[in-house]
T-cell receptor
Framework: ETGVTQTPRHLVMGMTNKKSLKCEQH?????MYWYKQSAKKPLELMFV???????ENNSVPSRFSPECPNSSHLFLHLHTLQPEDSALYLC??????????????FGAGTRLSVL | DQQVKQNSPSLSVQEGRISILNCDYT??????FLWYKKYPAEGPTFLIS?????DKNEDGRFTVFLNKSAKHLSLHIVPSQPGDSAVYFC?????????????FGKGTKLSVIP
């Protein structure tokens, strides 16, 4: 079992659809993250959860809605997305969001295409 | 404005030679730096890190150098192997409030030619 697992790996959706991305970590970490990677851009932090409490929302549009039911699972609910939201969405986890050495471990990502 | 910059989008190196990947940063509050490697269809994998109290950290074939005065770090891979071909991301964080936030560069694609 890999450390951070994301499903689905690929997703194609229309602008009126509602879908969810799932992330599960098996590392016993306390913090989980959603990142967006668009073509030719750096990874952009979207959301941070620490012990199931959201601690950061980097001005992400409300059409992206995160959910963290427990420290091992993280969801990203998607609705009425735009074509420019097409990107690679990466989940990550770390031992503690406030640690001096914040090493984050990433899943393989979900490649999202919005038509 | 990008706080972490990797100015070389790509780099080609002969197998067995040294690969040097560079990264510059602008935020003087950054005190912890990381390198990640990413293969196609996989997520970034942590490679090596360095704290600002050090100027060098070595792990096998990988060495990271930090020059705080120049706000520059580099990753040296020696000897380079074909399996090292990947995109390498530099990332930085600042201890304290918001230390969970990693700021990434755009990445450098390394190709090691057999």
């Amino acid at each position: 079992e890999t450390g951070v697992t994301q499903t689905p790996r690929h997703l194609v959706m229309g602008m009126t659809n509602k879908k969810s991305l799932k992330c599960e970590q098996h590392l016993g970490h306390n913090a989980m993250y959603w990142y967006k990677q668009s073509a030719k851009k750096p990874l952009e932090l979207m959301f941070v959860y620490s012990l199931e409490e959201r601690v950061e929302n980097n001005s992400v549009p409300s059409r992206f809605s995160p959910e963290c039911p427990n420290s091992s699972h993280l969801f990203l609910h998607l609705h009425t997305l735009q074509p420019e939201d097409s990107a690679l969405y990466l989940c990550a986890s770390s031992q503690d969001r406030g640690a001096l050495k914040n090493i984050q471990y990433f899943g393989a990502g979900t490649r999202l295409s919005v038509l | 404005d990008q706080q972490v910059k990797q100015n070389s989008p790509s780099l080609s190196v002969q197998e067995g030679r040294i690969s040097i990947l560079n990264c510059d940063y602008t935020n003087s509050m950054f005190d912890y730096f990381l390198w990640y490697k990413k293969y196609p269809a996989e997520g970034p994998t942590f490679l090596i890190s360095i704290s600002s109290i050090k100027d060098k950290n070595e792990d096998g074939r990988f060495t990271v150098f930090l020059n705080k005065s120049a706000k520059h770090l580099s990753l040296h891979i020696v000897p380079s192997q074909p399996g090292d071909s990947a995109v390498y991301f530099c990332a930085a964080s600042a201890h304290g409030a918001g230390s969970y936030q990693l700021t990434f560069g755009k990445g450098t694609k390394l190709s090691v030619i057999p």
